[in-house]
């Protein structure tokens, strides 16, 4: 039997949207207060959706100490209490919510084997999500 | 096709221990959920249903039918029980969050002849659920 478990977790972060290639006038027209020079921050949730068979021995699709584990060590030391534009992934890249998506996808999918990543769902405020299953 | 999901919550208690694993197995492999006396938590069920929309009534689902029924087939067998100890499926599987999705969509699907079954979510911990669409 397939079965999808579905873990959260919580970490705050800094950033600032701004794009280099734009004027800062375009800059403060598409970003908004988002665009404000000091930047803000967010307390993001992390849904990260995992799927495969149940083991008929443990009754688990993975142990789930092997999932907190390779969050912690990949996104939550990452990107916890840090300034998003300041972290290596960013330093050519706009850190908003949609590629912040990606780049916690990737990451997971690169480095978490003991079961199949179906999706990560990333709430940047209560207002707003953002899914994404590699597609 | 529209998609009704019924909210609903129970509490039980159960422990993960396989007896054909040593002592040491079953406190490397499930830490704390080992501990034989037990421990509990507060479930939520959500249950969605799918179907097309009955142009009399405008209802996918009589949601009383529907309360009914999870009322008798789930809650009445899991809320205040120990799962392991109470519940026959658990007889001789680990009382998983994953095995519980599958035990409940199992119940339901033989009971269930008012719409048609699409997932059964649960929340053992508002930080953890378990979804199963009856997939093999």
């Known amino acids: 039997m397939k079965a999808h478990l579905t873990r959260r977790y919580i970490f705050s972060a800094s950033h600032r949207l701004h794009a280099d290639s734009l004027t800062d006038q375009q800059n403060r027209a598409v970003y908004g207060k988002c665009n404000n020079p000091h930047g803000h921050g967010h307390n993001y949730a992390l849904e990260v959706t995992v799927s495969g068979q149940v083991n008929p021995t443990t009754g688990m699709v993975c142990n789930l100490v092997d999932l907190d584990e390779a969050v912690r060590r990949e996104v939550l030391d990452r990107f916890d209490h840090v300034n998003l534009n300041l972290s290596p992934e960013f330093v050519s890249e706009v850190p908003t919510t949609e590629n912040l998506s990606e780049v916690i996808y990737d990451l997971l999918k690169q480095n978490f084997k003991a079961a199949h990543l179906e999706k990560i769902r990333l709430e940047e405020t209560a207002m707003n999500s953002f899914e994404y299953d590699g597609n | ?136």
């Open chain 2, 1 to 136: 096709m529209v998609y009704l999901t019924r909210k609903c919550e129970f509490s039980a208690s159960h422990y993960y221990h396989n007896p054909s694993f040593s002592e040491e197995e079953n406190q490397r492999i499930f830490g704390k959920c080992a501990n034989l006396n037990g421990h509990g938590h507060n479930y939520t069920l959500e249950v969605t249903v799918k179907g097309e929309v009955d142009p009399t009534t405008g209802f996918v689902v009589d949601l009383k039918d529907l309360k009914d029924i999870l009322n008798r087939e789930i809650i009445d067998a899991l809320d205040h029980r120990h799962l392991n100890k109470e519940v026959p499926e658990f007889a001789d599987q680990i009382p998983t969050t994953e095995n519980l999705a599958i035990a409940i969509w199992q119940r339901l699907e033989s009971k269930l002849n008012i719409a048609t079954l699409h997932r059964v979510r649960v929340y053992e911990l508002p930080d953890l659920f378990v979804d199963f669409y009856g997939e093999p």
